[in-house]
């Protein structure tokens, strides 16, 4: 969804910081 909207770069929350695995959660918010 983020590529889609040509967004190159963004903020990370603290709550995706805590992740057990923050490199999961970032390929899941991309595929979307």
């Given at each position: 969804?983020?590529?889609?909207?040509?967004?190159?770069a963004?903020?990370?929350?603290?709550?995706?910081?805590?992740?057990?695995?923050?490199?999961?959660e970032?390929?899941?918010?991309?595929?979307?």
């Amino acid at each position: 969804r983020m590529r889609d909207a040509d967004v190159n770069a963004f903020l990370v929350g603290e709550a995706f910081m805590r992740a057990p695995d923050p490199g999961v959660e970032l390929r899941r918010l991309f595929s979307r």
